[in-house]
């Protein structure tokens, strides 16, 4: 169990506290490795250049994070709190964006907004290369991050809260305010630190519809793989961590404020159907899911006709990846198969891991210690992860420097990069199994990976599922971490996606980009039939 | 109807017994989380067979002790002996015990089959003779038809007969029981206490229940182990417990109890206002404060005559109907204030109502005398 436990810390070790500290011992060195300080930060904050991209990273952040919070609140707000017609379908359409990668919305935004775009009058003259793009593009990227958020704090309210307030004779308004807004209060909060943290390190978004409006993630980028300034990439990664910490500095403060709103006697809240309210709410939804079918369904347009925007027949060329003049389907199947290598190793990782930080006895500390290092990859973007590793497995004085570039490092990193998300998970699920299982398995002198196997695991296979799944989406369409770790024989579809739509085909790129979204939505579907037929099979336990 | 190997038991059992040699033996184990001492000193010796409970309010160490037990919180000093064997190092799984928690923790995703069955695979016994363990097991319990029910259709009392079938599946050396019938309605507790009780005679398989219920700890009990503030405050029968207990705390938590506080006139004699009252038994020094302990259905009403011994004129403040029995709140001349139960029949005869004057008795076999102050008789005034 202890060698278990130490063999986890190790593996967090390595994959983790290691390469973010290589980062930031690099940002204290100059280009020898001498330790020079914190010279290169007075370099970065002496250039305005620099200087400049911070500042817009800074504005697009703030601006997509407003936007992107009200749209989500009003939509959440109608999901979990109105009875208007096809809750469903919305909340379905809304997680789409979590299917594609980040740069897919920048390539769509170019079919709508760009120089030849349908919509391009509707920006009265202005680029939708630069700011506009990017905010656009965010909120399309964070928007379903956003919803889960406000859905799952709209949706714990005690119903009585509400009776007492209309009891008392208070206005909608009021209660609005008195009630439903103190309620959410921390989902408002956290959803926007979430959201900010997102569109603050982006990277896909930027990338492809930036134009020359420069943001940190891109910069990185410049630095590193333009200009081989490792020093000042590591110090523009280091400050893509900002917002990271601040958020749990506020996380902190919040939580110190934060008191359970619901009672063991809270009754739920069951939304009465209000015509006028209601159908607000529907134009309201429908408009914003309009939005995001709009730019997926530009996506998947653009990639079937001919030659936008000249000749509009439909074709399949742009899906002969081999013709493209690209690297045909290979990145692809590379895709493919990282991401199940990610999704079946990691959650072994992950759950296993889990499971002895949460069920293992004794060794307080040391699992204490893992499940704070477990919580650490929530708050590294990917551009700063893949940073990290560049450092530490590149370097050539590295026992591991042989894995640099291989399908290996793409899997490691990837894990590391969705560790948290999945360990809390696994944790959550965990926590509500019995915890005296273990004690029950030792007094019937049963060992306790038999326990584990026969109990523990099919417990919790549906949030496993949830986990390889979770991994599994997010290894296809990841971009950032990856972009600095691929080598010729493991380059990905999504990375392929980005250099193709450098090369100026944005036709190809599209279609590489549906090609993600179409596997994942697969793999989605796949999900839900397997738990279905899980749970009809194992899980007949949980029928009453 | 008693199974060969049962009556081997009983054989082993009566030898252990004559021995003297305890079935489990704790000396002097303590054990501290962190700056929290759970334990203070614990010694404790339970004899095969027995059936002892160990009884106090919650953070007194009942749990803790009986996790020490079991191994799954080793204690920090002192040794746990059973059967002649020091298991104080050992883990759970190389301990002779079978447990019961108060959420019975059954394996949700297997049926009852597997559950009781869940300690048998793997072992020595072949398919056949584990089926039959197993059928021999819900036959136990009585639950033959429920084998291939899934917990989560089960009844609360149905639960927790499987949890104590897949305990004694491996027919352990000792039992534990961790508050098994507090999940449960008064009236199943109630039943399943006596059954739990029979099933454990007729085992004689040693048994240690903890529980925070005094009824439940008195009914089902051979020996009780009142706790409190991790140290044992008495061990004893449950009418040892309850006719003489040595520690105010004890007297104050099982049962009901009047504590009243007077002076000692002098060995044997302690003064209650103007009354002169004897005491059996120990008091403190002549001129030393004391406290004056007596149960509420001790107290005398008929045939009290006035200056008989031990008598005190008082006034009835009030009366609760209790059912079975009226608990009046008399006061004393002096102003003290004790509560009295009378039977229905006995309020009925001296037609007994509030504003009534009356002569009472405190028997002196049945006072007993604590030292001042005590801390537990403080919140009665």
């Known amino acids: 169990m202890r060698c278990c436990l130490l063999l986890l810390g190790l593996y967090l070790t390595v994959t983790l506290v290691l390469p973010l500290y290589t980062l930031l011992a690099k940002s204290l060195q100059n280009k020898d490795g001498h330790f020079v300080g914190f010279a290169n930060f007075a370099r970065y904050f002496a250039d305005p250049a620099m200087l400049q991209s911070f500042a817009n990273t800074v504005h697009v952040s703030a601006i997509g994070t407003i936007i992107t919070l009200l749209l989500a609140f009003l939509y959440a707000y109608a999901l979990t709190r109105t009875c208007m017609a096809g809750r469903g379908f919305f909340r379905a359409v809304a997680l789409i964006p979590l299917l594609a990668p980040s740069l897919l919305p920048g390539l769509a935004l170019v079919y709508l907004f760009g120089n030849q775009g349908i919509f391009k009058s509707l920006l009265f003259g202005h680029e939708i290369y630069g700011p506009i793009g990017i905010v656009m593009g965010e909120v399309f990227f964070a928007f379903p991050h956003a919803l889960i958020i406000l859905v799952t704090a709209l949706s714990v309210a005690d119903g009585r809260l509400y009776e007492a307030a209309e009891s008392l004779r208070a206005r909608p308004a009021r209660i609005f305010l008195t009630v439903t807004l103190p309620g959410c209060r921390y989902g408002l909060v956290s959803a926007s630190l979430v959201i900010f943290t997102l569109i603050f390190t982006d990277f896909g978004v930027p990338k492809v519809i930036g134009g020359s409006y420069n943001v940190l993630a891109t910069d990185v980028y410049r630095q590193v793989i333009g200009q081989f300034n490792f020093q000042m990439g590591a110090v523009v990664g280091l400050l893509l961590l900002l917002p990271a910490v601040l958020s749990f500095a506020a996380d902190r403060i919040m939580q110190r404020k934060q008191v359970a709103l619901l009672s063991a006697r809270a009754v739920p809240l069951q939304p009465k159907p209000r015509p006028l309210t209601d159908r607000v709410f529907f134009c309201l939804a429908a408009a914003v899911a309009g939005f995001l079918l709009l730019v997926l369904g530009m996506a998947l347009f653009g990639s079937l006709v001919k030659l936008w925007p000249y000749n509009l027949s439909l074709t399949l060329k742009w899906y002969d990846f081999a013709r493209a003049g690209t690297d045909g389907w290979g990145p692809y199947f590379n895709s493919l198969r990282m991401a199940a290598l990610v999704a079946a190793i990691g959650t072994a990782i992950i759950f296993g891991g889990a499971y002895l930080v949460e069920k293992s006895r004794g060794a307080g500390r040391l699992r204490a210690i893992l499940h704070l290092l477990a919580m650490i990859p929530l708050a590294v973007p990917g551009i700063v992860l893949g940073l990290s590793y560049i450092f530490f497995f590149n370097a050539p004085d590295n026992p591991l420097n042989f894995i640099y570039g291989t399908m290996t490092v793409l899997v490691v990193n990837t894990i590391c990069h969705f560790y948290t998300v999945s360990h809390l998970t696994a944790i959550t699920a965990l926590k509500q199994v019995d915890a005296e299982f273990e004690s029950v398995a030792a007094s019937l002198k049963v060992p306790l990976y038999r326990t584990f196997w026969r109990v523990t695991v099919p417990v919790c296979l549906p949030a496993i599922l949830d986990i390889s799944v979770y991994l599994f989406v997010n290894a296809m369409t990841t971009v950032s971490a990856v972009v600095f770790l691929y080598s010729a024989e493991t380059k990905l579809m999504s990375i392929n996606a980005i250099n193709t739509d450098d090369a100026g085909n944005t036709a190809a790129a599209c279609a590489m980009g549906m090609t993600i979204v179409a596997t994942s939505a697969a793999l989605k579907g796949l999900h839900s039939l397997i738990l279905r037929r899980v749970e009809r099979r194992t899980q007949a336990w949980r029928k009453r | ?381």
């Open chain 2, 1 to 381: 109807m008693v199974e060969p190997s049962f009556a081997l038991a009983q054989i082993e059992l009566d030898i252990s017994m004559t021995s003297k040699s305890p079935y489990l033996r704790i000396e002097r184990v303590s054990k501290a989380f962190g700056d929290f001492q759970a334990l203070k000193d614990i010694s404790l010796d339970v004899q095969a067979g027995e059936f002892v409970c160990f009884l106090g309010p919650s953070g007194c160490g009942k749990t803790t002790l009986l996790r020490a037990i079991a191994g799954l919180d080793i204690h920090n000093v002192g040794t746990i002996i059973q059967n002649g064997i020091d298991i104080s190092a050992l883990p759970p799984s190389q301990r002779d015990f079978g447990i019961v928690f108060q959420s019975y923790a059954l394996f949700p995703n297997l049926n009852v089959v597997d559950n009781v069955g869940y300690g048998l695979v793997g072992g020595k016994m072949s398919r056949t003779q584990i089926k039959a363990r197993i059928a021999e097991l819900l036959a136990m319990v009585g639950l033959v038809a429920q084998g291939s029910k899934y917990p989560g259709q089960l009844s609360g009392g149905q639960q927790q007969r499987v949890a104590l079938a897949r305990a004694l599946a491996m027919s352990p050396g000792l039992l534990l029981l961790d508050e098994p019938l507090s999940a449960l309605d008064a009236r199943v507790r109630q039943h399943l206490r006596g059954e739990l009780k029979q099933l454990q005679r007729r085992l004689a398989v040693t048994a240690i229940m903890v529980t925070h219920d005094q009824e439940e700890a008195l009914a089902i009990a051979d020996r009780i182990v009142v706790m409190n503030e991790g140290r044992i405050e008495q061990i004893g029968t449950p009418i040892d417990i309850y006719r003489h207990p040595t520690a105010a705390f004890v007297a104050d938590f099982v049962g009901q109890m009047n504590f009243v506080p007077v002076d000692c006139e002098s060995e044997g004699r302690v003064r209650l206002g103007e009354a002169i009252l004897d005491v059996n038994g120990e008091s403190p020094m002549a001129g030393a404060a004391a406290t004056l302990c007596i149960r509420p259905e001790d107290i005398q009403i008929r045939g009290v005559v006035v200056g008989q011994g031990n008598s005190v004129a008082a006034v009835i403040e009030r009366v609760e109907f209790l059912g079975s029995f009226c608990r009046a709140e008399l006061r004393l001349v002096c102003g003290r204030r004790l509560h009295a139960d009378f039977s229905i029949n006995a309020m009925r005869d001296l037609s007994l109502a509030p504003g009534q004057d009356l002569h009472i008795a405190l028997p002196a076999d049945r006072i007993r005398l604590f030292p001042v102050p005590v801390s537990a008789a403080s919140h009665h005034g």
